[in-house]
């Protein structure tokens, strides 16, 4: 009795620890790693917003095709991969689209390097409980304004076509529930 | 039309005021984007000129008034060409057309959300059709707007037709059916071998460059001169090495293309209704500046446009050597000297109103604001206002902590407004100065004002 007790422990742990070895890229079993597009918001998951279509995906130097040369900004930090998905607003934001870019750059170590590289966006701290991701910064223009944050092995970028203080507090809303799924 | 690098540069005072007569805007004596002056002094009509228009009832929100964008750009060209009319301004630009000619017009499309837009674009090609060539009305079939792919055009609103009724234009990528890039006739950028689009080398008589105002992280900004990466098959592989910054392939290119290729670009203009100042080239418009920008030099017509982005917060105006580089030889192809400029301003075409009955936030005092980067260790923009309500003769030296004057930065004559000065860490003989601690003064009306600036080297 004993014997098949320890056979079926033995079994189970093995059991488990494959399973933790089939997730996605195999980096153990303790961890999760989910491609970038699994963190975009889906439809009816924020109040108002919409995705407008299916999500581009881009691998490696491919990313050169939707943005050319800023291409060269991620790929020099470990780019794999990106998600961009355009959302539309409804209600009063019915004119107004916001997207968003996330960027998978491999490990933590590389999306920190791209938050930080002198030619990305510099921006306004975000930081308090309510802030998305390990570092955050807003931008705020008189047409625009954006959200960057890095976590993980994500760098994102989430921006939306009006300047006020609501649109900002629109982007701040997308960025947590992108960090929120983020493992 | 062309610059080199001078050992030296004097300018007497006769032809200091005959320039400030002539309306000259943006008088440098040694103020380029990089600090490094782009030519000889030209004189009269040799100047590159620069038209800037700009009419705040260009767009509301984020949407474009085509009305107003329309008098905007007929009134832009007929300055930058000296003529009465649309018609006759437009047609000035291509010497020799014919009824047959076909002229391309090359939008930047990449960002969806800012693109030359459709708008200014279709006001071209409506002031095209003015031209009255061979007798009749200059055929809106023989105008393609075009870029790289179909899907950006469509993304940036752009409807893609590539028929042949005589009252339509034409626009589609290089990518459309039976057009590509030309393997018969290859440019060596720096060593890479690039195809141009088929659209360039066989499909266009005269090129209108249409770019948009952007900073990029690349190479600084994007203008007139890098709106040529969407004119060849693999322009990911014209980015260079980190720090490279794009220079020198973006001259590199646009010489080829006018050598090799004998591209006539008969003008630049710049789409700078909207802007996009930090971050770019992608995301949403940031400002609006709602204006346009037109030369037939791209090399001047980048230097404005970087100016106004600096003005606008732009952080990467020091790494568009590019600009620098493509005056010099071996490009030479334009100026980036304010001084080899003739900078015409045009405010409110639509309304009619006179730049001086404008009130438009005049700055009330005369200040240096905070240069960035600072510390540094090869430039630093240092931006200052000039306040009041007429010109001044104003001046901006650096200092070293002894109270010794080591570099003049600017002397001259200035209208009211926001303006900005590089400074490369260097004297006036040229000479790199010591790591340390300078003071920058500003001198205008009788007002002073100092800022520290750290040189490390």
Redesign the interface.
């Known amino acids: 009795m004993q014997t098949v007790s320890k056979f079926l422990s033995c079994f189970l742990v093995i059991v488990l620890f494959l399973a933790g070895c089939s997730k996605d890229k195999g980096t153990g079993p303790e961890e999760t790693i989910l491609d970038p597009v699994d963190l975009l918001p889906t439809s009816g998951e924020i109040s108002g917003w919409t995705p407008q279509g299916a999500a581009e995906e881009w691998v490696g ?1 491919a990313l ?1 095709q ?8 991620y790929l ?1 930090h470990g780019f794999e991969e990106a998600a961009f998905l355009d959302y539309q607003g409804s209600g009063s934001w019915a ?1 107004t ?1 916001l ?1 968003v ?1 996330i960027f998978d750059q491999g490990s933590a170590e590389q999306a920190a390097d791209l938050y930080d590289d002198p ?4 921006g306004t701290p975000w930081t308090g409980s309510e802030a998305a991701g390990t570092e955050a910064r807003t ?1 705020q ?4 304004c ?1 959200v960057e944050f890095h976590e993980a092995e994500y760098f994102v ?1 989430v ?3 009006s ?1 006020d203080d609501q649109a900002l507090e629109v982007v701040k809303l997308f960025a947590r529930n992108i960090s929120q799924k983020i493992p | 039309m062309t610059s080199s690098r001078p050992e030296s540069r004097e300018i007497d005072r006769r032809d200091f005021l005959r320039r400030a007569a002539m309306g000259t805007a943006g008088l440098a004596l040694t103020s380029t984007l990089t600090g490094l002056p782009g030519g000889p002094v030209r004189a009269g009509d040799d100047l590159s000129r620069v038209v800037i228009v700009t009419d705040q009832a260009a767009s509301s929100g984020i949407t474009i008034e085509p009305d107003v964008a329309a008098v905007m750009m007929n009134r832009g060209v007929m300055e930058l060409t000296g003529r009465d009319s649309a018609g006759q301004a437009w047609k000035s630009l291509f010497p020799g057309i014919t009824s047959g000619s076909r002229i391309g017009i090359k939008v930047n499309c990449i960002n969806r959300y800012l693109s030359s837009h459709p708008e200014i674009a279709q006001t071209i090609v409506d002031g095209l059709a003015t031209m009255e060539v061979d007798r009749a009305p200059f055929p809106r079939n023989n105008i393609i707007v075009w870029d790289r792919h179909n899907y950006e055009l469509t993304r940036a609103g752009y409807s893609i037709y590539y028929g042949s009724d005589p009252d339509t234009h034409r626009c589609f990528g290089t990518d459309l059916s039976g057009y590509s890039y030309d393997q018969d006739l290859p440019i060596t950028i720096q060593g890479q071998i690039m195809y141009p689009s088929v659209l360039l080398t066989q499909h266009c008589d005269y090129l209108i460059n249409l770019s948009v105002m952007k900073n990029h992280t690349m190479s600084g900004v994007t203008g007139s001169l890098k709106n040529h990466y969407g004119s060849i098959h693999l322009p990911s592989a014209l980015h260079g090495a980190s720090g490279q910054y794009c220079d020198p392939f973006i001259p590199d290119l646009n010489r080829k293309l006018n050598d090799q290729l004998g591209m006539i670009q008969a003008v630049n203009i710049c789409d700078a209704i909207f802007g996009i100042a930090s971050g770019g080239p992608m995301g949403n418009p940031q400002f609006a500046f709602n204006g346009l920008l037109f030369s037939r030099d791209p090399v001047a017509l980048d230097y404005q446009e970087t100016q106004i982005l600096v003005d606008q917060g732009c952080g990467t105006a020091t790494i568009a050597t590019h600009i620098d580089t493509a005056a010099w030889p071996p490009y030479q192809l334009g100026t980036n000297d304010p001084m080899n400029m003739d900078v015409r301003y045009i405010t409110d075409p639509s309304t009619g109103a006179a730049d001086d009955d404008r009130e438009p936030s005049r700055p009330a005092d005369y200040r240096l604001e905070l240069a960035y980067p600072n510390p540094f260790n090869a430039h630093t923009v240092i931006p200052y206002v000039i306040g009041g309500r007429s010109s001044v003769s104003m001046r901006v030296d650096i200092y070293n902590v002894r109270g010794q004057r080591v570099r003049a930065l600017y002397r001259g004559r200035r209208e009211p407004g926001r303006y900005r000065v590089v400074w490369d860490g260097r004297d006036d003989r040229g000479a790199l100065l010591a790591s340390g601690i300078y003071l920058c003064r500003l001198s205008a009306a009788g007002h002073e004002d100092v800022v520290k600036l750290s040189l490390i080297k």
């Open positions: 130097e050169y939707p943005i050319d040369g800023d291409a060269e900004t020099r004119n689209v997207s870019r030619t990305s966006g510099t931008e223009y008189a047409l625009s954006s970028h921006d939306i076509g300047g």
